[in-house]
């Protein structure tokens, strides 16, 4: 069977559960998982794993993404996307491309941030677009998150529809929402705003991806070992103790590893995921 990562760019309309489905069926096997979710408006790199390959899909979860996306000033929806009814609708006249700047000059860095309410963040054990979706009001608290490049890529003035479409790249943290970025700025503009489209076109060092439509022609990974070596520094085990790291068990970790590391057996396949503790490789994840 194969087992590994797949890179796939995602189209506008499903769900990342119905490319998880997918990918099932492509390579025939019930143990499919994806790494950060995206929203069926989105397109783009959705990180998928394979076999065991999903074991490692909690540590690329965590990994920094880049979007390009475009905000749509002067109207507000309840999703803060394309696909909510509207909320507002209010004039853009008079707002200038300088406003546009300096607004947006204030979601870069360690900013705080509200999550949009319909998302899949999980309140006692339910998703919160489900509660919204059955009546409820849901309130989520703001979250710490690092956004390391705001930029504006176009500013198209839409006088027919009174809007303003600004394209945007950003490069952020894991868990930040880019419809809250468009929510929040509209809102310090006054006119309200909303999200009309999203690519990811980054995750991690993961950035060449395929169509749906090319891995079904054509199903192949990225295997295991291979995948844990670009994403992770590795070290290389001996006989002894690749055979007692298979078994779960502690060995030495060289003088230079630190952190989160692969670890590599004496025949070059990935033994396991580890830590460095204490000068001891401590495993996270094994491969047997």
């Known amino acids: 069977m194969l087992e590994g990562i797949v890179l796939v760019d995602k189209p506008e309309g499903p769900t990342s559960h119905d490319v998880v489905r997918k ?39 965590m990994n920094d993404k880049e979007y390009l996306g475009t905000i749509r000033l002067g109207i ?4 803060d996307d394309a696909q909510g009814d509207v909320l507002e609708a209010k004039s853009t006249r008079g707002l200038d491309e300088a406003a546009i700047y300096a607004a947006l000059r204030q979601f870069r860095g360690h900013i705080s941030q509200t999550p949009t309410a319909i998302s899949a963040i999980k309140v006692d054990g339910k998703r919160a677009y489900d509660r919204v979706r059955a009546g409820e009001e849901v309130e989520l608290k703001a979250r710490e998150v690092t956004i390391d490049d705001c930029e504006v890529v176009s500013i198209t003035d839409r006088p027919e529809l009174d809007v303003i479409d600004v394209a945007v790249r950003v490069v952020c943290s894991a868990g930040t929402y880019i419809r809250a970025i468009a929510r929040d700025l ?9 999200l009309t489209s999203l690519r990811r076109t980054r995750s991690g060092v993961f950035a060449n991806m395929k169509s749906i439509e090319e891995l079904e022609a054509d199903p192949v990974v990225m295997d295991l070992t291979e995948s844990i070596k670009q994403v992770f520094p590795c070290v290389k085990l001996n006989d002894e103790h690749t055979t007692k790291a298979l ?31 204490n000068n001891e490789l401590v495993p996270l994840v094994v491969f047997v």
Do not use: Q, W
């Open 23 to 61: 990918m099932r069926r492509i390579f025939n096997t019930r143990k499919v998982g994806h790494a950060g979710t995206l929203d069926p408006m989105a397109t783009g790199m959705l990180v998928i794993g394979i076999g065991r390959a999903t074991r490692l899909l909690g540590y690329l979860t």
């Open 247 to 277: 078994h779960g068990v502690r060995v030495p970790a060289p003088m230079d590893a630190a952190g989160t590391v692969g670890v590599i057996g004496v025949h070059g396949v990935a033994v396991s995921l580890c830590e460095v503790k």
């Open 186 to 194: 509209g809102a310090d503009l006054g006119v309200g705003g909303h």
């Open 76 to 79: 507000s929806t309840f999703t």
